[in-house]
Every structure is written in structure tokens, then in C-alpha cells.
T-cell receptor, first 112, second 109 residues
Framework: DVKVTQSSRYLVKRTGEKVFLECVQDMDHENMFWYRQDPGLGLRLIYFSYDVKMKEKGDIPEGYSVSREKKERFSLILESASTNQTSMYLC???????????FGPGTRLLVL | QKEVEQDPGPLSVPEGAIVSLNCTYS??????FMWYRQYSRKGPELLMYTYSSGNKEDGRFTAQVDKSSKYISLFIRDSQPSDSATYLC?????????FGKGTLLTVNP
């Protein structure tokens, strides 16, 4: 079974703090994704990475950056957290084109 | 028009009912289609995915795709309270997935 883990289930941060969300997958997948999920808005793609040190912007990259130094690990960084970044953050990985994405358990982030 | 449209519900049914969840899509480039189940405060869990038009069955779940009318359906037979969750449909092309906003289903004992 594909295993995608995220470093925290719940986080509370202050406005202006730098926030790191980490994701690790154990299936040697090349493609990894960060989404946020909000009521009424569904899943929205923030960034994705198709290889180590490679990244592409998704639909809502503003206010976020990412890092992929190792194949199994994909980090999402909020440079200066704001209250409108309060959300559920979901990481996913994707193997071959014939597969689909596998999600982690999510991190619920509250920015005060 | 959104690429994937899904009735948000909520949908409430008695235990044992047959549930039909439906989505439409507009992107003809979608190569595969999927359904995820998401329990409250958890990540989406892959339920079924398929490449072709027609039916795919897995236990009590049947996914149906009609590419000619751009329609995706999920049928749940003999629904159980443990099926209570949000169901997300989606379509994919290479590595890019597009999701509906989800349908909240409650199965009452």
C-alpha cells in the first residue's frame, strides 16, 4: 500500500510566522502535490513537483513556496502566515501515468 | 463552467438504501476518472478509478463512466452507516487531477 505521511495533523500559528509543512511518501513516486481544501471551494492545487528540485505552480501559489530536496519528501512553506491561509492542507503523490494520486491524512492549520 | 461539477448534497439515506452519486465534466482530455471517499477531518481515500466508459465494480461500489455524455457516477449498494462521508469525483489527464467539490452523504441506521 502507498503510504503518504504528513508531519502534523494539527497546527496553530500566529500571523507572520514562517510555517513548514512536510510530506513523505514511501513508494518512490516522482510526482508530489500540495493542495488546500476549504468548505465550498473543494480541493485547490497549490504546487506540484515532478522530480527532485523541480516544481511547478498550481492554481493558487501566492503566499506559498515549496522545496523538494529528496524524492520522498516535499515541503510546503508559508513564508509569512496570514489568517486567510487557515485551511486543511493535503499532500498527494502520484506514480505512473496509469495510476492516480494517493493522499496523506492532512494538516489542519489555524493561523491566528 | 467548472471542469467537474458535483451536486454538493447533503444526501441523507436510510441504511440499506442504494445510493447514486453523480458528476458531470467538461474536459474531453480526461484520460481517467476516480472516486475518493473522505471521512471528516481525514485525507481523501481512493475508492475507485477507471480509464474506460462502462462499469467497474468493487464489492458494494460500482463506478460508471459515460464519456459520450461526460457523466461519472458512483453507486453504493446496501449502504451502511460507515459509508457516511464526503465523496469526491474527479478526472485526470497525465498527472493533473481535477476534482468536484464533493457530496456529503449520511447513512442513517
Amino acid at each position: 500500500d502507498v503510504k503518504v505521511t504528513q508531519s502534523s495533523r494539527y497546527l496553530v500559528k500566529r500571523t507572520g510566522e514562517k510555517v513548514f509543512l512536510e510530506c513523505v511518501q514511501d513508494m518512490d513516486h516522482e510526482n508530489m502535490f500540495w493542495y488546500r481544501q476549504d468548505p465550498g471551494l473543494g480541493l485547490r492545487l497549490i504546487y506540484f513537483s515532478y522530480d527532485v528540485k523541480m516544481k511547478e505552480k498550481g492554481d493558487i501559489p501566492e503566499g506559498y513556496s515549496v522545496s523538494r530536496e529528496k524524492k520522498e519528501r516535499f515541503s510546503l512553506i508559508l513564508e509569512s502566515a496570514s489568517t486567510n491561509q487557515t485551511s486543511m492542507y493535503l499532500c498527494a503523490s502520484h506514480g505512473s501515468p496509469t495510476e492516480t494520486q494517493y493522499f496523506g491524512p492532512g494538516t489542519r492549520l489555524l493561523v491566528l | 463552467q467548472k471542469e467537474v461539477e458535483q451536486d454538493p448534497g447533503p444526501l441523507s439515506v436510510p441504511e440499506g438504501a442504494i445510493v447514486s452519486l453523480n458528476c458531470t465534466y467538461s474536459n474531453s482530455a480526461f484520460q481517467y476518472f476516480m472516486w475518493y471517499r473522505q471521512y471528516s477531518r481525514k485525507g481523501p481515500e481512493l475508492l475507485m478509478y477507471t480509464y474506460s466508459s462502462g462499469n467497474k465494480e468493487d464489492g458494494r461500489f460500482t463506478a460508471q463512466v459515460d464519456k459520450s455524455s461526460k457523466y461519472i457516477s458512483l453507486f453504493i449498494r446496501d449502504s451502511q452507516p460507515s459509508d457516511s462521508a464526503t465523496y469526491l469525483c474527479g478526472g485526470g489527464s497525465n498527472y493533473k487531477l481535477t476534482f468536484g467539490k464533493g457530496t456529503l452523504l449520511t447513512v442513517n441506521p
